[in-house]
Structures are given as structure tokens and as C-alpha cells.
């Protein structure tokens, strides 16, 4: 079995298994939008076309609905994708890996990726950035929230144990996006904002 396929079931199946942990945390009626949210969707045409790839519960892609974007929500837990059906009976969402995108080429305006990317090897991750520029439009904008530092694994010791985590340091992330083709518009360490930890938020767009 490939690095890239064990570690999105085994990611897969720990989001299945500890469900009722990440609905408890994420669940919020009134969830607070993250400041990267808010920076990338500022880099959007109006009433764009978004993609927010990993949406879980669908509250970012609720947000970007009330303002009034086109929206697409993809995760591959069913589990939170059937929760944010029952908050959002008009959001367009798709079951599907990150690896396995059912999108035609030059079909949004914007990728919002906030910590799903993290769970691509980085063995993966060209191919993955790749695609993930092959269906945004020239001149879209992808945004995403990175985990930061060294290292990479199955988590065994965190809240929900089990996941693949790849985390990245600022240089080898921008080499990484700029040889996938993408012009890094914002790399930025950020610490405690929206999740606990050090994190990487990214701004890259697709060369028009």
C-alpha cells in the first residue's frame, strides 16, 4: 500500500472513529470566521466560484455562501458531511479525497484549504498542489492553513489520534508552491489564531 493511500484511510477512518470529538469542537451555531478566511476571500471576484476542499461541518462554506459566493464543500468524512446537510440544505457537497478531485480544469475562482492539506505526504504533495492549480482559473486564488515545523507521522497523542500530519517549514513550502506553479502571493507564521500551534497561512495565486 502507498504512503498516500494508507494515510488518507487510516486519516479517514480516525476523523469516522472520533467523530463525536471533532463535532463537539466544531459544531458551533455561530462559528468565528478566521482572519486568513477573510484575507483570501478579499483576492475573489464578486459572487466567484469557491471550492473549500476538507470543509467538514461546512461552516466556512456557509460563510462564503451568506456573502454571497458560489460554493462547493468536499470532504471525505460522511459522517460531517451529513451534519452540515442538515445546516445548509442548499450547499452544493461532495464525499471525496483530496487526491481524487471530481472537478474539470479551470472550474473555480478560489481553493479555501483549512488544515486538510495537512494530511498529504509530502512525498504527495506536488502532485496534489498540481491539480489542486489545474482546477483553479487564471488568476485564482488558493488559500490554506498549513501545519508548521518538522516532521511527519500518525499522530498517536493528540485529540484525535491517528491522523497522517505533514508539517512545513516556511522555504521548503514556498519552493514547493512555486514549483507546482503556483506565485506565492503570502507565506505567514501564525501562532494560536484559529486552531492551537504553529501554523502556516498561505496565499498563492495561479499565474493568469
Not at 16 to 28: G, I, L, M, P, Q
Not at 44 to 63: E, K, M, N, V
Not at 66 to 85: E, M
Not at 124 to 137: C, D, M, N
Request: net charge positive; hydrophobic share 40%; proline share 5%.
Amino acid at each position: 500500500m502507498s504512503q498516500l493511500l494508507q494515510a488518507t484511510r487510516r486519516t479517514r477512518q480516525a476523523y469516522e472513529t472520533h467523530s463525536a470529538v471533532y463535532v463537539k469542537a466544531w459544531n458551533r451555531r455561530r462559528p468565528r470566521i478566521p482572519p486568513h478566511l477573510q484575507a483570501w476571500r478579499q483576492g475573489l471576484p464578486s459572487r466567484g466560484w469557491t471550492l473549500d476542499l476538507g470543509c467538514g461541518l461546512g461552516q466556512d462554506s456557509r460563510y462564503l455562501q451568506r456573502k454571497r459566493y458560489h460554493v462547493v464543500g468536499v470532504d471525505v468524512t460522511w459522517p460531517f458531511l451529513r451534519i452540515a446537510r442538515t445546516r445548509s440544505f442548499h450547499l452544493p457537497l461532495i464525499q471525496a479525497d483530496m487526491v481524487h478531485l471530481p472537478f474539470a480544469v479551470e472550474s473555480f475562482d478560489g481553493v479555501w484549504a483549512a488544515a486538510s492539506l495537512i494530511h498529504i505526504p509530502k512525498s504527495h504533495s506536488l502532485r496534489v498542489f498540481r491539480e489542486l492549480r489545474a482546477i483553479t482559473k487564471p488568476g485564482g486564488l488558493l488559500g490554506a492553513t498549513m501545519a508548521h515545523g518538522k516532521g511527519s507521522g500518525f499522530l498517536a497523542d493528540q485529540w484525535i489520534r491517528g491522523r497522517f500530519l505533514s508539517r512545513w517549514h516556511k522555504p521548503e513550502l514556498t519552493r514547493l508552491l512555486e514549483k507546482a506553479g503556483w506565485e506565492v502571493v503570502s507565506v505567514q507564521v501564525v501562532a494560536n489564531q484559529e486552531r492551537k500551534g504553529r501554523w502556516l497561512n498561505l496565499l498563492a495565486r495561479r499565474p493568469a
